[in-house]
């Protein structure tokens, strides 16, 4: 079947005609996150025809992300797949005529732009043009690490947000003459200052709904420009039916897009463990630089201590560790070198099963 007839129904859509169906094929937008909210927007523009998809996440499927995650189910998280693997292939399952490409890494620091530069450009020049981060992520820390590379790279930003019944959205273009994220908030909330999904709960519509309006953000911001995109930040509340478009504009002392300073690109403020808020899952990078690990080898090792469960992304490994706090521990290791660790009992205690398992 041509691919036109496809997508005719939206290019009957007086904004999009068969030009800006066009313009959709032949440009390349990168999910950062492949939660709730990444899992909306790369569903819309799969199937709305983008010709060019990354999808970025460093997790892998739980049962209780069936609730909003809606390219995953139960098989994924029975089998504990990663999510950017777990998405990729429900969405080449959805449209094959896109390409569609998965990298399960944790972007911070050290590797942002460097995996960011890759997605969009390959070893070319970015053409900012058709180019979009898309914002699916959980934590400020890496929202505003996404607002200092698309100000580097010159590509536009979509932000996205939502908790419980709240949700709101924005696209950052300082290329084109707008905002950039910090424009609008210089800095991030305090730790613990701010509630979660994990201590908040979250309402699917609402999720829904963020994930449409990134999406019809990226798409707008393709087909008629950045320029056109707008310079509004939506905030709503699902359940009392309220919403509020406000205004943005470019801060003339903003630190970032005006004065230059991309203070989240600087990998001195990266941590080698953290805890995910609302879980006993700790996350432990290397102490060192490390070009990542044979998951082979180390799965020869770690069959020793455990049973292993091995595939491209990831291997897992449950140890019996009698100062565990459960009696036992999960090791997840990523090929970039990181890990998940559970049961341990926090950050330090993870590191040292990290540095006994693992090495470093």
Request: overall charge neutral; aromatic content about 4%; proline content about 4%.
């Given at each position: ?78 089998g504990?797949h ?58 400020f ?25 709240r ?45 449409a ?89 770690l ?50 099963v ?7």
């Amino acid at each position: 079947m041509p691919q036109h007839h496809r997508y005719s129904r939206q290019a009957l859509v007086p904004v999009i005609g068969e030009a800006g169906q066009a313009r959709l094929a032949a440009a390349h937008v990168v999910v950062v996150g492949v939660g709730a909210l990444g899992c909306q927007s790369a569903d819309l523009l799969a199937r709305a025809g983008v010709g060019s998809l990354t999808l970025i996440d460093r997790d892998v499927v739980e049962l209780s992300n069936l609730q909003r995650q809606t390219l995953f189910d139960e098989r994924d998280a029975a089998g504990g797949h990663s999510k950017a693997c777990a998405a990729q292939s429900r969405l080449n399952a959805v449209n094959s005529a896109i390409q569609v490409h998965a990298i399960t890494a944790d972007l911070r620091a050290r590797n942002a732009l460097q995996i960011l530069t890759q997605a969009l450009g390959g070893r070319g020049e970015i053409d900012a043009a058709g180019a979009i981060i898309i914002d699916g992520t959980d934590n400020f820390h890496t929202r505003y690490l996404l607002n200092d590379c698309a100000v580097k790279l010159g590509v536009p930003y979509v932000y996205g947000g939502v908790i419980g019944v709240r949700g709101m959205c924005a696209i950052f273009a300082p290329g084109a003459g707008g905002p950039c994220l910090r424009c609008i908030f210089p800095d991030p909330p305090p730790p613990g200052t701010s509630p979660t999904c994990d201590t908040a709960g979250v309402l699917g519509p609402a999720v829904a709904m963020v994930g449409a309006h990134q999406a019809s953000m990226a798409m707008r911001c393709i087909v008629d420009g950045p320029a056109a995109s707008g310079h509004g930040l939506i905030d709503f509340d699902i359940w009392s039916g309220q919403q509020r478009r406000l205004l943005m504009h470019k801060a003339a002392g903003c630190v970032c897009c005006v004065g230059g300073r991309l203070e989240f690109l600087d990998d001195a403020h990266d941590e080698e463990a953290t805890q995910y808020c609302g879980s006993d899952a700790v996350q432990v990078w290397p102490a060192r630089s490390s070009e990542g690990v044979r998951l082979a080898d180390l799965a020869g090792r770690l069959a020793r201590v455990g049973h292993v469960v091995q595939n491209a992304a990831f291997l897992r490994v449950s140890i019996d560790e009698p100062r565990s706090k459960e009696g036992g521990i999960e090791l997840t290791v990523f090929a970039d070198g990181r890990a998940i660790v559970r049961g341990a009992g926090g950050p330090e205690a993870a590191r040292g099963v990290y540095a006994k398992y693992v090495g470093n």
